[in-house]
């Protein structure tokens, strides 16, 4: 069994046995992690050691060639010398290291190989762990989504109970009720033992603001020209028997007739506005086509 093959067995059943016994997805997921770069750290150990053997190999291959080298020109020198015996025993040499290295150099390229794949795979590894480091932090959000979700749930189907609702809504009418009930017997109190003085003054003063609209009334046209403006209020002065100016003053008795019927006829009945309107409408029409 290669290297990675353990490796990856033994990742699996650690991710195997805590999926098993998960509480906490985020905990078990860095654990995951952790227990992955603890079979990467494993792993390069595993590819040092087995670069080292490949260039202890080429180490050895270097030595014998050079050994070989060495040899013939051991040789070489013996035949100069004219001493055949030392020659051929430096050949023998020679073609004992020439073996050695043509053993080694098969060796050597088998390794080197072997070498890069783990290189390889180790770099794969890698690529994956940061991959399962990336993907952790999407599935932790996710997770914590879910559980945000649950929590929604679980909260609305409490509030499904109406129970609280309803009695709530309950002891609300009931201290509506009571609030009418104590409105009403406030107004038959006042109106049975009540001070009717200062009834007919309340209502009195209820009544001004038809009074202010026949001011406004009386302004507007003013303002338009239809009327003569309204002298200011002033301190009234004290009549003096014979006195013509004050009375010379005095609006016009048919004047100020038609100008409070006017305004009786305004407060007679309030006029809907849907009705209003359509009424303006056809008073600009009107003005448009003459």
């Given at each position: 069994?290669?290297?990675?093959?353990?490796?990856?067995?033994v990742?699996?059943?650690?991710?195997?046995?805590?999926?098993?016994?998960?509480?906490?997805?985020?905990?078990?997921?860095?654990?995951?992690?952790?227990?992955?770069?603890?079979?990467?750290?494993?792993?390069?150990?595993?590819?040092?050691?087995?670069?080292?053997?490949?260039?202890?190999?080429?180490?050895?291959?270097?030595?014998?060639?050079?050994?070989?080298?060495?040899?013939?020109?051991?040789?070489?020198?013996?035949?100069?010398?004219?001493?055949?015996?030392?020659?051929?025993?430096?050949?023998?040499?020679?073609?004992?290291?020439?073996?050695?290295?043509?053993?080694?150099?098969?060796?050597?390229?088998?390794?080197?190989?072997?070498?890069?794949?783990?290189?390889?795979?180790?770099?794969?590894?890698?690529?994956?762990?940061?991959?399962?480091k990336?993907?952790?932090?999407?599935?932790?959000?996710?997770?914590?989504?879910?559980?945000?979700?649950?929590?929604?749930?679980?909260?609305?189907?409490?509030?499904?109970?109406?129970?609280?609702?309803?009695?709530?809504?309950?002891?609300?009418?009931?201290?509506?009720?009571?609030?009418?009930?104590?409105?009403?017997q406030?107004?038959v109190?006042?109106?049975?033992?009540?001070?009717?003085?200062?009834?007919?003054?309340v209502?009195?003063?209820?009544?001004?603001?038809?009074?202010?609209?026949?001011?406004?009334?009386?302004?507007?046209?003013?303002?338009?020209?239809?009327?003569e403006?309204?002298?200011?209020?002033?301190?009234?002065?004290?009549?003096?028997?014979?006195?013509?100016?004050?009375?010379?003053?005095?609006?016009?008795?048919?004047?100020?007739?038609?100008?409070?019927?006017?305004?009786?006829?305004?407060?007679?009945?309030?006029?809907?506005?849907?009705?209003?309107?359509?009424?303006?409408?056809?008073?600009?029409?009107?003005?448009?086509?003459?």
């Amino acid at each position: 069994m290669g290297i990675f093959s353990k490796l990856s067995t033994v990742i699996k059943s650690n991710i195997n046995d805590l999926i098993s016994r998960a509480e906490n997805p985020e905990k078990m997921l860095n654990q995951i992690i952790i227990d992955m770069r603890d079979q990467l750290a494993k792993a390069k150990r595993e590819v040092a050691a087995a670069i080292a053997d490949e260039r202890k190999l080429k180490s050895q291959l270097e030595a014998e060639v050079k050994q070989a080298r060495d040899w013939q020109h051991r040789a070489m020198l013996a035949v100069k010398e004219d001493r055949d015996d030392l020659a051929k025993q430096a050949l023998l040499r020679q073609q004992e290291h020439t073996e050695r290295a043509q053993a080694l150099q098969q060796t050597w390229e088998g390794q080197a190989a072997e070498t890069e794949k783990l290189k390889g795979s180790l770099r794969q590894l890698n690529d994956k762990i940061e991959e399962a480091k990336r993907k952790r932090n999407l599935l932790i959000a996710k997770q914590k989504r879910a559980q945000a979700q649950r929590r929604i749930h679980e909260t609305m189907s409490g509030l499904s109970d109406t129970s609280a609702f309803e009695a709530f809504n309950r002891m609300a009418d009931k201290i509506e009720e009571e609030e009418r009930q104590n409105i009403a017997q406030a107004e038959v109190t006042a109106e049975l033992g009540g001070d009717t003085l200062e009834t007919e003054f309340v209502q009195l003063e209820a009544g001004r603001g038809g009074a202010d609209v026949e001011d406004q009334l009386l302004a507007l046209k003013a303002g338009m020209g239809l009327i003569e403006a309204p002298e200011s209020a002033e301190e009234p002065k004290q009549l003096e028997a014979g006195d013509d100016s004050d009375a010379a003053e005095a609006p016009e008795p048919g004047v100020q007739d038609a100008q409070v019927e006017e305004v009786s006829e305004a407060e007679a009945e309030k006029i809907p506005e849907a009705q209003l309107l359509s009424e303006f409408d056809k008073l600009e029409e009107k003005q448009v086509e003459g």
